[in-house]
């Protein structure tokens, strides 16, 4: 009788409870990924090509909305990744200490420690495990102490969950798929081959040590500002267009509307600031930017 009133009161009251509010709050929380995440299929063999074996990439998802955290979860599982999910910041650096991710997903804004404090903490402890941030903030300046407390990429809310798995599948390439420890980055696509300098318009790039220089000083980038450097500077002279530059550093073109290339570009300026040199990634409007001295 006790598991016959157990059942019961599971059914009508847990079930219906859920199907009330816990149901209401994930409808609310996948309208705000701009996706019902119930309808995502997954893909048939659960993998991409850059995966291989039967291990999936492991996803470390920190994000205190219940509804947002739960629909985010279901769909990167049901896109093939093994998925940790957690409420806080203190969580999040617990288990990033406990099972290193191939991957980090942070909300920005989450109490206690927030996205950043664990982004910055995990940097410097040398951590290079890529990270994608999630945000509400959409000012610009928002944007980059994100990329300044050492995170790859960024999404702003309210997003689409196409847009997350984009991203995420972009990083994953870009690391070869696997954890990040200091000095194991491989090479964007394009340098295997290479030789291993490149040097144009006063800018000296070591490619197998990820190192880069403007006349004497080293520059301290991140791993999305360095291949974009390696892409200004091996087409050094050249105009880029966006949509080049969209596909070669992140595999993926966001559109016209997207600010993600204008924000990283800024900061990379900022970054090569010499007194009495003259600027070197120059904007051509409607066009795209090139590298080259004035």
């Known amino acids: 009788m006790a598991a016959d009133g157990g059942t019961g009161a599971e059914a009508d009251g847990g079930a219906g409870a859920e199907a009330d509010g816990g149901a209401g709050a994930e409808a609310d929380g996948e ?20 995966q291989t074996g039967d291990v999936p ?7 205190d909305d219940r509804a947002i955290r739960h629909a985010l979860e279901r769909a990167l599982s049901l896109e093939g990744y093994e998925v940790t999910a957690v409420a ?10 406990r099972n290193p991710p191939d991957v980090l997903v942070l909300d920005v804004m989450m109490p206690g420690i927030d996205g950043l404090q664990v982004c910055r903490v995990l940097r410097a402890e040398g951590d290079r495990t890529p990270i994608l941030m999630l945000t509400a903030l959409v000012e610009t300046a928002d944007r980059i102490a994100g990329l300044d407390a050492g995170a790859d990429d960024y999404v702003v809310k309210p997003f689409d969950v196409e847009e997350v798995f984009a991203r995420l599948r972009a990083l994953l390439r870009r690391t070869g798929a696997a954890p990040l420890t200091s000095g194991s980055e491989e090479p964007p696509r394009e340098t295997q081959g290479s030789d291993r300098q490149l040097e144009a318009a006063g800018i000296r790039m070591d490619l197998q040590a990820r190192r880069a220089w403007r006349r004497r000083r080293e520059l301290e980038l991140t ?3 360095f291949e974009l450097l390696e892409l200004l500077v091996r087409n050094a002279g050249i105009v880029l267009d966006h949509s080049t530059i969209y596909d070669r550093i992140w595999g993926y073109d966001f559109g016209p509307g997207s600010k993600n290339l204008a924000v990283y570009v800024g900061y990379l300026r900022r970054k090569l600031v010499e ?4 600027q070197l990634i120059h904007t051509v409007r409607g066009v795209g930017y090139v590298l080259r001295e004035d």
């Open 275 to 278: 007194p009495g040199a003259p």
């Open 223 to 225: 791993r999305t500002e």
């Open 88 to 97: 806080d910041g203190v969580e999040a650096l617990a288990q990033a200490h």
């Open 57 to 63: 990439q492991t996803v470390l998802l920190a994000e």
């Open 31 to 50: 309208s705000r990924v701009k996706r019902v995440v119930a309808g995502h299929r997954a893909r048939p063999d659960r993998r991409w090509p850059w």
